[in-house]
């Protein structure tokens, strides 16, 4: 195809974007990415899980010492920021809350869990185990099984769910509930929502995208235009909600071009350009990026 031009640092989801679910072999990925990496291509992780969930927690295996230098990881939804120093992985930025912090985001997602519960008879589980936020868990029968990716009915399924226990602000209304709750307890949350998961913690894809964009722009001298941002979650749920890729799209990276291998129909954020064609599309980008 040869359409897109070259880029120094491609950025891009893990889950559903470079492979098909979590537990899916990583051998293609890793092919497509190796070349890249010896050629001086800055390649860069953002994912929403942690590393012991990106190729069984041996990502380092998989690679040389060299190519390792131009590899980075931004995961756990802004908390983790990692480069590789002698083949090893090293957080070179963190945000993770302290104790406090944490026990804080816990009470704020149960009296969420407790308000829909007695205003709406809405039902949701929540998952506690992460280190930095909270998983609310909006469709508690619906199983995504292996494929941790937005499904493509979720979002139907879902909408209809907030309709019948009239949740009028539908899922703005629980962003926003969501917030406010944050408030009661004097805490700013950033909340983020993909249908089956609202999630609830203070740092998101956005603060990976930034500490790692400005770390390799100061080591390299790199422009947001030199790069690319890949994904598979920008799709809009509701008017000005989009998915956790969007949040790759900030004030610094925003001159950058973005791409969503998704077929989901829906409002992307502006400038996202829906090219579909899910794993199999991104990783015949990477190939085409090697000279
Ligand atoms: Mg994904």
Sequence with gaps: MGKYKKYRAIFFDWDGTAVRSRKAPVGEAVEKMKPLLRQGVKLVIVSGTTIENIAGGKIEEYFTEQELDNLYLGLGRGAYNYAFQEGKACIFYDMLPDIECLEKIHRICFEIHVDLKKQYGFDTDIVFSRPNYCKIDLMPNSFRGENLFLQE???????????????????????????????????????????????????????????????????????????????????????????????????????????????????????????????????????????
Excluded at 153 to 168: F, Q, W, Y
Excluded at 188 to 196: H, L, M, N, S
Excluded at 216 to 235: L, Q
Excluded at 253 to 264: A, I, L, M, N, Y
Aim: aromatic residues 10%.
């Design 153 to 291: 009915n979720e979002l139907e399924i879902l909408k209809e769910s907030l309709c019948r226990h009239e949740i009028v602000g539908g899922l703005n209304g629980l962003i926003e509930l969501a917030v406010n709750t944050g408030r009661e307890f004097g805490m700013e949350v950033k909340p983020t929502c993909d249908a089956k998961y609202l999630e609830v913690g203070i740092s998101s894809k956005s603060d990976n995208v930034d500490v790692i964009f400005q770390k390799i722009r100061k080591e390299t001298g790199i422009r947001a235009e030199e790069c690319a941002f890949w994904g598979d979650e920008f799709v809009g749920i509701e008017e000005g909600i989009f998915g956790s890729d969007s949040f790759m799209v900030t004030e610094l990276t925003r001159d950058g071009d973005f791409f969503d291998v998704s077929e989901v129909p829906g409002k992307r954020p502006d400038g996202v350009i829906k090219v579909g064609g899910s794993v199999e599309r991104f990783l015949m980008f990477l190939q085409e990026q090697y000279l």
